[in-house]
């Protein structure tokens, strides 16, 4: 028996922002070919996970493999070796704002490979075409709508044909239309490309629409990790909330309450 | 609850011991951060290529082109008055002894080991520092810098050390460019007053200069342009909250590196003169 390929193992991550514990003993994989979407509140620690996948915080507890390399532990060149095969595709598209599309997507050709001017010239129109940015390569970022600059971070994330496409906040910003097409966009690479797509997003539609498995986050905690159908169905009383729009009943507790509208100072 | 006593005869000694204590740290690690920032960029620059993380001359080329050649206007003008300045002070002041003629050699040695480097320092700073930090902070704001390290471009080696290095050519450069400028400012306007030709006046000034006043000029500009360089990026990099955290960073790193440019001159100054 062949047991799935894990591309993503997370084995009891836990994150910290000075005395505040954001994630707490995360267990989490990904395998090969699947629509992964982490679906969460704010707060939930979902970026925070995120930046952890991409190897941008080292663990300070706890294991995050990326493609069989432990990054707590990689040396420069494994995680270069890592770098090579993922593509990220962040928020507001992080676009460098000095240099034309065309130029953006042809970065990582440039600086990776040592294919000459006319190959990468035309591998990064290709990529442009797939997101349907076909002859923008000479405009600025600045001159882009927010979901032309998503696309073309896309076309960025891809160029290189990554085994893993991280997607932070598809939709974020963006109206219903656009987001819509973007998630066709999703859906269609892993088909054509067969890459492994990781979406980190607070937008229910969007994930039922485009997930494979959900892993819902809440308060640095997984409560559930499944397919579409059992996320809806699962009974659990916050990820109802989540899906139903309904306000969080916060419990007051009175002694709290009080020491923090009386204290002077954080002790 | 009862306060116990004296608990706020306590908070008003150690809270200013705390701030202090935190103000301490925070400036112990940004020293900390920009040394390291500095053995990061001499890494890259030194072995880069081999670990798939290679200077690029173009990039380097542009930060020369950015701090040094779009800088000539404005070093020139400088310090052409700079160079008319000291003529005037050194005419006044040496006149009254009646020593007119040692306004050459006031002029050179002091153009060369002091003025021409402090000038074209706190210029460049001002231009090109504050410019690394803006680039390099709203980068970080906007997730550039993210991006670039995930894409595997180290941000040290792709932002930082292009610009370390072309520092270190131009700051050196424009000082000696600077050097002549404002001695020849200082010729067009004491020439008269002493009765000699301008070209007198410049010759006498390449005879009495020894290569070691140049150097001294030279070195200092070495050290000033890491300092520039590593507190513009730093600041940069450290950059959080949006557009206005850019703004406070470009002010701090003119404002930082003008302070430790003056500093280092003074430690410089009295050692190489000793």
Redesign the interface.
Known sequence: MNAPLALIEVEKLEAWYGRRRILHGVDFNVNAGEIRVIMGGSGSGKSTLL?HL???HKPRSGTVRLLGVDIGKAT??E??GV??Q?G?S???G?????MSVGENVC??LR??TRLDENTIRIMSRLKLEVVNLGGFQDLMPSQLSGGMVKRA?LA?AIVMDPKLL?FDEPSAGLDPVVSAELDELILRLRDALRMTIVVVTHELESAFKIADTITVLDQGEILMTGTVDAVRHCDNERIQDLLNRRPREIQVDADAYLKRLTE??AA | MQKPHGRDEVNAITRPLASLGQATIASVAGVGYAAMLLLESVYFAAVGWRIGQPLRPRAIFEQMRQIGVDALPIVTLLALTIGIMLGIQFIAALSEFGAQSQVVVAVAKSVTREFGALITAILVAGRSGSALAARIGSMSVSQEVDALATMGIEPVRYLAAPALIAMLIMLPALTIFADAVAIIGAALYSSPSLNVTPTAYLMQTLSLLAPGDIWQGVAKAGVFAVLITLIGVSTGFAVSGGAEGVGRATTRSVVLSICWIIVADMIFSFFLNR
């Open positions: 930046r991409l190897g941008l420069e060149r995680m270069l770098r090579r993922i990220v962040f928020q507001g992080a676009l460098l704002t000095s970065l990582p600086e990776h971070a960025r991280f002077e100072a």
